[in-house]
């Protein structure tokens, strides 16, 4: 209980949210953005919003990678289920609406699709199963692209020719340039995702206080980390100095972590990439270096892809942007639930409206 007690004490915690209403007092208005899923769910989970000051404001971004996946790439998975490929992936990809199915119905139809805790798990079915093709749907930030990469570097290695992935991988620093583009935002600064920084590094957000104004803390995902967090923030805009502050020391690094960096760079490079919300954001995604084309799904395998449908009335997008909160989509609640889910941000265990619908009691 050492661990709870230390990052979950509630003195701990109540003097804390004294300290964000000391640095906060006044009547200026603070506007800050989590830009990390766990982040989301933990601060729907405890409540934190409840103890910030009335002028701070902790706005959700888009910080969950199921989420800002296009319904285009759910699409074309869907198009190499149906071609014949095994489609392999992990659960939370499951339920996500593609235009005319989802992964779940797909499987019900008769498709090949399986979920797998690892990419290496899929990679074991493609070399015990030879004359089967299989497809990973590569979908995550910095945190998970290094393992994909392993994986295929371990594919080339042992000459695994029938494994493939159809990369969906996005990356946080463009995403948040995007947002810093978008003035009605407003932002003071970004609570930054610690997963992806423990790969990155907290020096990878130097651009936002330098070039934007924008401040960054780096935080962990307990409520004391969280409340920490915002508190950096604020005492940045409270003295006009916004930089890079990392409360997460304890995981990470300035430099980050070099050996998942290193794999990142001989497996991937960057690549513009469609984001839910955002758009086409230039190099904000990944695309496999030439070394590694043979594995890039959607050039192994020539599929008609069904036109992308619209979204049907769903706000994910808006979500995503930090312009709307769950409760302002009219889908919420009602024709949109976790049992029901019309878009990716009430499928996702990191979306924010899934958070806000299982903890807004």
Not at 134 to 154: D, N
Not at 300 to 312: G, H, K, N, S
Request: charged fraction near 20%.
């Amino acid at each position: 209980m050492k661990y709870v007690d230390e990052f979950r004490d509630p003195a701990l915690i109540a003097a804390l949210a004294r300290s964000l209403a000391a640095v906060a007092a006044g009547e200026r208005a603070y506007r800050f953005m989590e830009v990390c899923g766990t982040h989301t769910m933990a601060v729907a989970r405890f409540g934190l919003r409840r103890l910030l000051p009335a002028n701070v404001e902790l706005i959700s971004g888009p910080g969950c990678p199921v989420c800002v996946t296009p319904t285009s790439y759910l699409d074309h998975a869907v198009a190499l289920a149906r071609a014949g490929c095994v489609l392999a992936t992990f659960g939370d990809m499951m339920r996500v609406p593609a235009s005319t199915t989802d992964l779940t119905g797909l499987r019900a139809a008769g498709a090949d699709v399986r979920v797998v805790y690892s990419t290496l798990d899929a990679l074991a079915y493609a070399a015990a199963h030879p004359d089967r093709n299989v497809v990973f749907l590569a979908v995550g930030f910095e945190t998970t692209a290094p393992t994909v990469a392993a994986a295929l570097r371990r594919a080339r290695a042992e000459g695994v020719s029938n494994f493939f992935v159809l990369v969906g991988h996005k990356l946080i620093p463009p995403a948040l340039r995007a947002l810093c583009r978008t003035p009605a935002l407003a932002l003071d600064g970004f609570l930054c995702p610690a997963h992806v920084s423990a790969v990155i590094g907290a020096r990878a957000y130097e651009e936002f206080p330098r070039d934007w104004g924008v401040g960054c803390a780096v935080a962990g995902f307990e409520p004391t980390d969280i409340l920490r967090g915002v508190y950096l923030l604020l005492r940045q805009r409270a003295a006009g100095e916004p930089r890079v502050d990392n409360e997460y020391g304890r995981v990470v690094k300035a430099e980050g972590n070099a050996a998942a960096r290193a794999v990142l760079d001989e497996v991937f490079a960057p690549a513009d990439a469609e984001w839910r919300g955002l758009g086409v954001v230039p190099a904000s995604g990944l695309a496999l270096r030439d070394a590694y084309a043979a594995f890039d799904a959607a050039r192994a395998f020539d599929v008609a892809v069904e036109p992308t449908a619209p979204d049907a009335g769903c706000r994910c997008g808006d979500v995503l942007t930090g312009t709307l909160a769950p409760e302002g989509c009219a889908l919420f609640g009602g024709a949109c639930t976790p049992a029901t889910p019309v878009g990716p941000c009430m499928v996702s265990s990191e979306g924010t409206c899934a958070a806000a619908y299982k903890y807004r009691v």
